[in-house]
C-alpha cells in the first residue's frame, strides 16, 4: 500500500491530536485525585518542612487528628510563628515556644490555654462528635456519639446525659435520692438530633 506525503501528514496529525486528548484526561485524572486529597479532614493536605514536620492552620481542621504538627498562630516582625501540635491542645494556660517553620527556630513564645474542639454542626446547628475529643466536660459537642442497648450507633444530647443540675447542695441531695439504682435511660438519636433511633442505658 502507497501513502502519499499528504496521508502520512494526516496520519501524524491524527496521532498528534489523540496524544494531546490523551494528555489532557491524565492531567485532568492527576488533577482531581490532588483536589481530593487537599481537603481539611486529610492530614496529607498540610506542606512539610525540612525535618518532615507538617505544618498550616488549624483552623479548618474538624478534628484533632488532621491537625498539623506545627499550627500557624500569628508572626513575629513578618515571619511566620507556629506552636507544636501537642502545646496547642494543652489543657493548661501558660506560654509555649513559638517556632519557625523549621520547627526548631524559638522565635518567641505564645500564649496558649485549653482548646475548643472544632467540632462539625448538623443542619440544625448543634455539634457532633466524640466527648473523648474535649479537654474537659464543658468543651463537649451537644450530640455525643454514643451505642445504644441494641448496639446501634447515634447519639446522645449532653443535656440528657448531664440531667437537671442542681443550685444547691440539697437540691444535689434531692436528685441523688431520686434516682433509680438501676439507671436510667434516655433517647439515642440520629445526627440530626431530631429522629430518635434507639435508646441509651445511663448507669
Sequence with gaps: MRINSKGIRILLGMFFFVCLVAGAVASQNTFTQSANNQNPTNPHYYPKNINGQTYGSGENANHVDVLPDLIHVGSVNGIAGYVMNKDYLSEFSREV???????????????????????????????????????????????????????????????????????????????????????????????????????????
Design 97 to 203: 515556644p513559638l517556632y519557625d517553620v523549621d520547627g526548631k527556630t524559638i522565635i518567641g513564645s505564645y500564649p496558649i490555654g485549653a482548646k475548643k474542639m472544632k467540632y462539625p454542626q448538623n443542619k440544625n446547628g448543634q455539634t457532633y462528635g466524640s466527648s473523648a475529643d474535649a479537654s474537659s466536660p464543658e468543651m463537649e459537642p451537644e450530640l455525643i456519639n454514643a451505642i445504644g442497648v441494641d448496639g446501634t450507633q447515634g447519639y446522645v444530647l449532653k443535656k440528657d446525659i448531664d440531667g437537671v443540675q442542681p443550685k444547691s447542695p440539697e437540691e444535689a441531695i434531692a436528685i441523688q435520692n431520686s434516682r433509680s439504682p438501676g439507671g436510667r435511660d434516655i433517647p439515642l438519636y440520629d445526627v440530626d438530633g431530631e429522629t430518635v433511633i434507639g435508646v441509651f442505658h445511663i448507669g
